[in-house]
């Protein structure tokens, strides 16, 4: 509904000014943007510091017929200044609190300078690794998206977007933009309904739930029509069917790409198709300049597009505060900033597998080695110049007393300098332990940068298996923003610390991690391949009618379930590959920690329910352990028998919490109709009668089941 002021502007703007509002223009030089808001621009990107902001927002709100604010846009993905851990990074902290709390920060950094619009979270349930926007997502699950976006949302819109320090969120790439044809950035899509349905529109009905400010449109065309002119999901579904009130951007160039799709001949043409599908905002494309005429488009689909920025510049407080407090602009880390993401880098960080060499026993001579022992880049993709740098692995490590720190990095990241493998593994042999540190570089990871190998770029392999024949202990610290193939040196490494891109305290996080100061138990967003060709290998897949491990009879919780495997099927045909074992290298929800955890068996309040009913599921999870540790206890359902064919698994639950050495701590999830049930094509939940069954542990290769009757 429009307010009485976003009603009485429309009754007084002109078809100019009214499509002066539609566009965003990319970074123009000062003077080029001050001249463009005083002819109508609604939007731009933001010019650099809160005076350049303030000039501009002076020169809508003074020198413009109607006084109408302006709206900043930036990328502010994780962090303006303070750089957290990318996104993927946050999602493998399995801790939604801590992602709310980093846009919070991200949020006033950014408003302080007068950035009131970001284009982030990315939602985009991702299971192709050779796509490098997955470092900007939160991986493969539908619902650890769903949780995390809206966090993330909550994080930067607060609970009322006119209050000090907001900034408006946008879910995006609305959608399937994590499905392109051979992982390749901006590619094609082709989806089913059902697993539109029930995998991708998700994490969006969950950010439209949690009040996102606006929804961008995805680069991919769905089924063979683009999204930038998708009149069936971006007005039937979001506005529509979900009652999306916020407003919806077209991606950088999204509606002049439509002429290369070939579904428009002229810009004009792509520009009226885009708008009358549903479109309300253009990124650098430009309808007033472009000689589009407004009469082209109903005068009702006008308004509304209008209306739509216009209410979320009024959510923004900016007809009664366009301006900021220069003098208050935030452009270093504070401590408290700092302290934050340190703490977040390493509770992002993931032990992948330990032989009881973490965490680091002092005093200890230590070799670091790696393209990343002496690299300062731990920011990540989509950070800005203006951030706050990191320092190195290296620099962190000497500031620890107790420890005498050799550094030769043996090889680069891509080989292109000259590389001395045998010299490391001979100055290991001096050594109590070595830090290996390798991955790739930021430049590999986020838009324009899918990959065809995912293995580590260089010799880095080469050296870790050096290292391995030396025979002394060593540790494996993993940066990178996407799930890498480690098949070629994993079974050498017994010890391996994935702590992604970690952002600006990334270094000093990673020694808090390396000496058991913090704790790494964070579990895997995506699962890591065994090879590229497995690709994808997410893990709530469908059985099919031929699974290569065939499921004999099992007894669970009061109710009897027999599963029988496919009849006279020899194991040859099945489904699986010749020359690779079955399965990714370490799966979705994989992780573990320093301290240890015993489970007692699952309960639930009732063994059946109706298909509006629910139950309070519950475990007693102990620290059998002599330390303090975190526990992500997760809770997966399957659907034993259903009317479609049920991925074999799904993630419903989770919770991260903090047990004291020998504490008892009982985890209690709610299950119902949203965790049991699916979506049909016209959106409404289904809740079918049988069995299912709740898995539950701290990782899907341990857990425990118990069983649960719909009736």
Known sequence: MRSARVAELLRQMTPAEKLGQLQ?????????????????????????????????????????????????????????????????????????????ELARTAAREARSGGVNWTFSPMVDVSRDPRWGRVVEGFGEDVHLNA??????????????????????????????????????????????????????????????????????????????????????????????????????????????????????????????????????????????????DAASLDPARLDDAVARVLGVKEALGLFAQPYVDEAAELVEPTAESRAQARLAAGRSAVLLRNDGTLPVARPARILLTGPYATSTDHLGAWTQAFSARSTSI?????????????VSEGVSFFGDRSDDVDAVATAALESDVVVVCVGEPSSLSGEAASRSDLRLPGRQADLIRAIAGTGIPFVVVLCNGRPLVVADWIDQSPSVLEVWHGGTEAPAAIVDLLFGDQEPAGRLPMSFPRAVGQVPVHYAHENTGRPATVRGAMTLESV????????????????????????????FGHGSGYASFSYGSPRVSAAEIGPDGAVALEVDVTNTSARSGDEVVQVYVEDLVASIAPPVRRLVAFERRTLDAGETATFTFSIGAEQLGFRLADGSLLVEPGVFVLHVGGALDRTQPVALRVR
């Not at 223009?25 to 809160?50: K, T």
């Open 147 to 292: 949780v995390m976006g809206a966090a993330m949302v909550r994080g930067y819109q607060g609970p009322d977007l006119a209050a000090p320090g907001t900034i408006a969120a946008t879910a995006k790439h609305y959608v399937a933009y994590g499905q392109p044809e051979g992982g390749r950035d901006y590619n094609t899509v082709d989806v089913s309904s059902h697993r539109l349905r029930n995998v991708f529109l998700e994490p969006f009905r969950a950010a439209v739930d949690a009040g996102v400010a606006a929804v961008m449109a995805s680069f991919n065309t769905v089924s063979g029509v683009p999204m930038h002119i998708n009149r069936d999901l971006l007005t039937g579904v979001l506005k529509d069917e979900w009652g999306f009130g916020g407003l919806v951007v077209g991606d950088a160039d999204g509606v002049a790409n439509l002429l290369p799709h070939r579904v428009a001949e002229t810009l004009d043409e792509a520009v009226r198709m885009a708008y009358a599908a549903g479109l309300d905002i253009e990124m650098g494309g430009s309808p007033t300049t472009s000689g589009w």
């Open 560 to 587: 009897d379930v027999v599963l029988e495997g496919p009849a006279n099927v020899a194991e040859k045909y099945t489904s699986k590959y010749l020359d690779l074992d079955l399965g990714p290298q370490f799966s």
């Open 394 to 406: 290296a620099d962190a490590l000497r500031e620890r007393p107790d420890v005498e720190v050799v």
């Open 24 to 100: 965003i223009v990319f970074r123009p030089q000062l003077e080029d943007a001050a001249a463009l808001v005083r002819g109508g621009l609604g939007s731009v990107f933001w010019p650099q510091s809160a005076a350049a902001s303030n000039a501009l927002q002076r020169e809508a709100v003074e020198n413009t017929r109607l006084g109408i604010p302006i709206l900043i846009g930036l990328d502010v993905i994780h962090g303006q200044r303070t750089i957290a851990p990318v996104p993927l990074g946050q999602a493998a902290s399995f801790d939604p609190g801590m992602v709310e």
